[in-house]
């Protein structure tokens, strides 16, 4: 497992520094983007739960009117949130949102598989998550990912359904007990493939 451990962290370091080199064009042109139609940041930092139960600062493109964006997080967003701009909705529909996670993952706060990070206390289903899912924090016992099994899975977007919260942290649960660099590597193929369909992201 130590081995293990020690190359996903290096492959993690090699796939987002060379992902950040080579979509830097696409980079700035969704920063631009997002400048052209509102005010505010080009990026989105809310604090999330990581390996460890350790917080840290999360990056993503910011996708919503700057006075209307809930930084706690744990107001969901959900289809048709009028809190989304234009941009916002593309962004979010294509996940080019998510790209400069690839910046957490560099430095260590993320990795390209692992459990999806979540705010403090987020909710699921009208209450607190580690109170509606017993075994919760296991799934703090690997870094965060970009994707992960629940996300491979298809269990994506808001957790207003009880069945569908408590599934995905069995997932997650299952892959830090699965963990191995197969198993990254079949999620990884298996989110492209979903991405190539179209991807479920709001």
Same mark, same amino acid.
């Given at each position: ?8 962290r290096l ?5 987002? &520094? ?10 700035? @042109? ?5 400048? &052209? ?19 840290? /600062? ?15 997080? !744990? ?8 809190? !989304? ?5 593309f962004l ?5 949102? /998510? ?5 957490? !993952? ?5 990795? &390209? ?35 992960? &099994? ?22 997650? !649960? /299952? ?7 197969? @198993?990254?590597?079949k999620i ?6 979903? /991405? ?7």
């Open positions: 497992m130590p081995v293990q451990l020690a190359i996903k492959i993690d370091i090699t796939v987002s &520094l060379l992902a950040l080199v080579f979509l830097a064009p696409v980079l700035l @042109l969704v920063a631009l983007a997002i400048k &052209l139609e509102s005010r505010g940041p080009v990026l989105f930092r809310q604090m999330r739960t990581g390996l460890n139960e350790v917080p840290f /600062e999360i990056l993503k493109f910011r996708s919503m009117y700057t006075d209307r964006g809930d930084s706690t997080g !744990v107001m969901q967003t959900v289809d048709g949130d009028p809190r !989304v701009t234009r941009v916002g909705r979010r529909k294509t996940n080019l949102d /998510e790209l400069p996670q690839l910046i957490n !993952v560099l430095i260590g706060d993320m990795s &390209l598989v692992g459990p999806r990070p979540h705010v403090p206390d987020m909710l699921a289903a009208g209450r607190v998550y580690s109170d509606l899912v017993q075994g919760y924090e296991y799934r703090h016992l690997m870094r965060p990912g970009l994707t992960g &099994l629940a996300q491979a899975r298809g269990l994506r977007g808001p957790t207003v359904q009880r069945w569908k919260a408590i599934r995905r942290i069995v997932c997650d !649960v /299952e892959y830090v007990r699965r963990f191995s660099l197969m @198993l990254d590597l990884v193929l298996r989110t492209i493939a979903n /991405e190539l369909r179209g991807g479920t992201g709001f």
